[in-house]
C-alpha cells in the first residue's frame, strides 16, 4: 500500500530554516499534484504549498517568498525549504500527494503522518 513518510520538523527560533520532507513508499502508482498543509494548535488544517506535476507551484499569501515547494519525481518526494521562520508558522505540517494506483481508475488524495515545526521568539 502506499505510504507517505515526512521528516525535517523541529524547533527553531524565529527567523531561521527548516526543510521538510515527504516521500512516497511502495509502488503500483503515479503521482499528480503534491502540497503541503499545516495546523496550528486550536485552528483549522489551513492549505501552504502545492506543486503540479509540471511543476507549476502556488503559495498561501502568509508564507509567499518565505517558503519553496520542490519536488523530484525520481524520488517520489517533495520538499518544502522555509526560511525566515515566524512563530505563528508553528504548527503540525501534513504532506498531501494525489496518487492514482495502477489498479484504480482515478486519482485520491493520500496525506503524510504530520511533521512538527516550533518557531520560537
Known amino acids: 500500500q502506499v505510504q507517505l513518510v515526512e521528516s525535517g520538523g523541529g524547533l527553531v527560533q524565529a527567523g531561521g530554516s527548516l526543510r521538510l520532507s515527504c516521500a512516497a513508499s511502495?509502488?503500483?502508482?503515479?503521482?499528480?499534484?503534491m502540497a503541503w498543509y499545516r495546523q496550528a494548535p486550536g485552528k483549522q488544517r489551513e492549505y501552504v504549498a502545492q506543486i503540479t506535476s509540471g511543476g507549476n507551484t502556488d503559495y498561501a499569501d502568509s508564507v509567499k517568498g518565505r517558503f519553496t515547494i520542490s519536488r523530484d519525481n525520481a524520488k517520489n518526494m517533495v520538499y518544502m525549504q522555509m526560511n525566515s521562520l515566524k512563530p505563528e508558522d508553528t504548527a503540525v505540517y501534513y504532506c498531501?500527494?494525489?496518487?492514482?494506483?495502477?489498479?484504480?481508475?482515478?486519482?485520491?488524495?493520500?496525506w503524510g503522518q504530520g511533521t512538527q515545526v516550533t518557531v520560537s521568539s
Open positions: 498531501k500527494f494525489g496518487i492514482r494506483r495502477y489498479s484504480a481508475g482515478n486519482y485520491r488524495d493520500y
Open positions: 511502495g509502488s503500483g502508482f503515479r503521482i499528480n499534484d
